[in-house]
């Protein structure tokens, strides 16, 4: 099993910029890819980016050119630094990490980031 544990949401003015960090732990020798999701009020969990083990990296439409996602393989971490954030981004992000088994899905807990305009 894994356990993902996201820290880093907070308030933040819009053109602003946030960190999240996702640490996972147990049996992080099953993770392939990892990423993030977010989710808003009334609307479907979406991918925010998601980065392979070998550091290949896939983005929102979105959000390409303002969110960069990063990985420390060795720690079981992922990263997302957010820039140039809009109210639009305001949603709960959920760190996300594939068994690479089976592609079973892990979720962490989520964290909220809300951008006031």
């Known amino acids: 099993q894994v356990q993902l544990v996201e820290s880093g949401g907070d308030l933040v003015q819009a053109g602003g910029s946030l960190g999240l960090s996702c640490a996972a732990s147990?049996?992080?020798?099953?993770?392939?890819?990892m990423g993030w999701y977010r989710q808003a009020p009334g609307k479907q969990r979406e991918l925010v980016a998601s980065i392979t083990r070998g550091g290949s990296t896939t983005y929102a439409d979105s959000v390409k050119g303002r969110f960069t996602v990063s990985r420390d393989n060795a720690k079981g971490t992922v990263y997302l630094q957010m820039n140039s954030l809009k109210p639009e981004d305001t949603a709960v992000y959920y760190c996300?990490?594939?068994?690479?088994?089976?592609?079973?899905?892990?979720w962490g807990q989520g964290t909220q980031v809300t951008v006031s305009s």
């Open positions: 996300n990490a594939k068994d690479r088994s089976n592609n079973y899905n892990y």
């Open positions: 147990g049996s992080i020798w099953r993770i392939n890819a």
